[in-house]
């Protein structure tokens, strides 16, 4: 891997630009130091954070080609490493052209990047073949042969916080194998900054409505009715909709800013199970004290 001699801070300037991605530098200095190491990744934070870009951008950066799976009690381990095709099996016998192969065996033999998104929500016989490819770097396929994975081949693994329903805790032998990165939500200029990129603001509004937008998206981050808050995700498709809205008159900022609020961050929230308020009640609340505190015309 050729980054091997490359100065890691340059390497991570290279990253950001190259990918536009925003802020994230001692995140990716960490990951950058982990690949250098051969070591595989563990990202952890909320739905949102850019776990998923800065992992892609990563393997791009280091020229490996990018295979993706999404974790899932359906994501068993043949899925992972790949299966005989039964028509070609009865035309041909268990030979190379009838065996399909998975993003593990695939990823191994390229020398590529892996990448599993909420690797904790894969069932245990996954895990156990990660294991195998994590500790001797092979796997085994019946019939067939032995996979053996090239130097630069390399996992980044997702989880979010095991308080998220639906996630299962990794087993200890995983988690060990692994190196941790932790993304947390970005300060709120750097948040801003993404919103007029993805959203594509520009003018001299644009720093208001991405202001605004972003102050929203965090007033739901420690809201006493909501569990889960709303990720720089929701700030950039609110900005998008009063975008799309067009010009806004002074006499129509609240009603406009409640619709693309509501709009947005309905789908992004999760309340607290005790609440008995509606989302959209919430959601104008967070709008309004948004709209005291940010004067915008």
């Not at 590529?112 to 770097?137: K, M, V, W, Y």
């Not at 995700?233 to 002074?250: H, T």
């Not at 789908?267 to 989302?279: F, G, N, P, Y």
Request: proline content about 3%.
């Amino acid at each position: 891997m050729y980054v091997n001699t490359q100065n890691v801070d340059q390497i991570v300037t290279e990253i950001q630009h190259r990918f536009k991605i925003i802020g994230r530098t001692k995140e990716l200095h960490q990951m950058v130091l982990a690949v250098k190491a051969r070591k595989h990744v563990l990202i952890e934070g909320e739905v949102g954070v850019g776990k998923t870009r800065i992992a892609k951008a990563l393997a791009e950066y280091m020229g490996t080609t990018f295979f993706r799976v999404d974790g899932s009690e359906d994501l068993l381990s043949y899925i992972l490493v790949g299966y005989f095709d039964p028509p070609g099996v009865i035309a041909k016998g268990y030979i190379e052209d009838t065996f399909i192969y998975g993003p593990l065996a695939r990823s191994m033999l390229e020398g590529g990047c892996l990448f599993i998104n909420e690797l904790n929500r894969i069932p245990e016989s996954s895990q156990n073949i990660l294991l195998t490819a994590f500790d001797e770097g092979i796997v085994e396929v019946a019939k067939l042969k032995t996979i053996k994975a090239k130097d630069s081949f390399f996992v980044v693994a997702t989880q979010n916080p095991e308080a998220h329903v639906g996630v299962t805790a990794l087993g200890e032998a995983l988690k060990d194998r692994f190196v941790w990165v932790h993304l947390d939500y970005q300060p709120a200029e750097e948040e801003e900054l993404i919103v007029i990129q993805e959203a594509d603001l520009s003018g001299k509004r644009q720093r208001e409505i991405a202001h605004l937008a972003v102050r929203i998206a965090r007033g739901t981050r420690n809201h006493q009715d909501i569990r889960r808050g709303a990720s720089v995700r929701a700030a950039i498709d609110i900005a998008a909709l009063v975008k799309s809205n067009g010009p806004v008159q002074p006499e129509d900022t609240e009603s406009i800013w409640m619709e693309v609020a509501i709009m947005a961050l309905s789908t992004k929230i999760e309340l607290m199970d005790s609440v008995t308020d509606s989302r959209e009640n919430i959601i104008k609340e967070i709008v309004l004290n948004a709209l005291q505190n940010t004067p915008f015309a």
